[in-house]
């Protein structure tokens, strides 16, 4: 337990000014005001409580109490008033200052080790300080909702105070990243990510959230990093509306855009007859893709396209016809499926291959 002795250093001075202030009924003057102010705040550096030290202030007071002739009780209140509001501003002034170093530390700590930056050393010993181990293998999640989101704002508040309520902090860090929710966890605690996943979705009304698969080691963390936001431009380019995707899920997408010109290839060779359709090919790759995406049930696909099944056969005979390639047909179906795939990744017929 803090003596009072702790705070006579904080008083300095005070006893003077309050006799002094008092006996004239005068307002403390500038350099009296900023000597409380830095004493404030050298009390703030120093870890003393506010309460505390406002309760050694009117312990002084007492103890002290003008009594020369002509002092009133309001002149001594007035300027105990001054001197402590201006002690509180010090105060609060510090408080303000670390908390300001502490999220530009966190910050940086953050872009350090999601772009895997820093000494390799130096970041495993500054990760425990946010309760990383990165010696341990890591997973990442990324959510993105309608609105670009801040360290300070609401929404992830909200979130992390739901997660950290129901796991406590097991590790947990959750944190922005170029307006987007990012949360890292310890890899064989998956049931986090999941739960985080389902209070993100719900808090960003609606937003998509992709975890990335387990890794070991601060490199880990970024590769972790890396696959949940492929995941979610995956996503993006080939209209995925999954409110959760796991990068384990998608793992045959960047195998068919590692070799970017043979799949360009293939895209032009197959589908390129599609031009010679009347409205181009666009309506043709649509039928394609709603008819793949239904899982080749073609009065699904139909009422995806808000077709008639007749219309939607036509289409897929039309497809037949200028592409040589039968989309019922069990192993011309592959060649057109990933065709299908590779347009709707390299943007094809809106981007020429």
């Known amino acids: 337990m803090v003596g009072p002795e702790a705070f006579a250093e904080y008083l300095t001075g005070y006893r003077g000014i309050l006799a002094d202030a008092s006996a004239t009924g005068r307002r403390l003057t500038r350099a009296e005001l900023d ?21 050694a202030h009117m312990a002084e007071t007492r103890a002290n109490w003008p009594t020369g002739s002509g002092t009133s009780v309001d002149a001594v209140l007035a300027a105990a008033a001054q001197a402590l509001d201006a002690f509180a501003e010090g105060y609060e002034r510090a408080q303000r200052d670390a908390v300001r170093q502490e999220e530009a530390a966190r910050r940086e700590f953050v872009d350090d080790l999601l772009y895997g930056r820093s000494d390799l050393g130096l970041l495993a010993e500054r990760a425990e300080r946010y309760g990383l181990r990165l010696s341990h293998a890591h997973a990442v999640a990324v959510a993105r909702g309608r609105a670009a989101y801040d360290d300070g704002d609401p929404v992830p508040r909200e979130v992390e105070r739901a997660l950290i309520g129901r796991f406590g902090d097991r590790s947990i860090l959750l944190t922005t990243k170029d307006g987007r929710m990012v949360c890292i966890a310890p890899g064989n605690h998956g049931d986090v990510l999941t739960h985080f996943a389902k209070l993100a979705h719900a808090a960003t009304d609606g937003g998509q959230v992709a975890i990335g698969r387990a890794h070991a080691g601060p490199a880990g963390v970024v590769q972790s990093y890396e696959e949940a936001l492929n995941a979610l431009d995956l996503a993006e380019r080939l209209e995925l509306t999954e409110p959760v995707l796991h990068a384990a899920d998608l793992l045959v997408y960047p195998v068919l855009t590692r070799d970017r010109q043979a799949m360009a290839d293939l895209v032009a060779s197959v589908l390129g007859p599609l031009r010679q359709a009347r409205g181009g090919a666009r309506p043709l790759l649509d039928t394609l893709t709603a008819y793949f995406d239904s899982g080749c049930v073609a ?3 139909a009422r995806r396209l808000s077709l008639s099944v007749r219309a939607l056969t036509y289409r897929l005979d039309r497809v037949r016809q200028l592409t040589g390639a039968d989309p019922a047909d069990p192993v011309q179906r592959y060649t057109l499926q990933t065709a299908v795939i590779g347009a709707r990744l390299l943007d094809w017929p809106t981007n020429p291959v």
Do not use: F, N, T, W
Not at 37 to 55: C, F, H
């Open 35 to 55: 000597s409380r102010r830095d004493l404030g705040e050298r009390a703030a550096e120093a870890g003393l409580g506010l309460r505390a030290m406002v309760a």
């Open 299 to 301: 009065a699904e696909a």
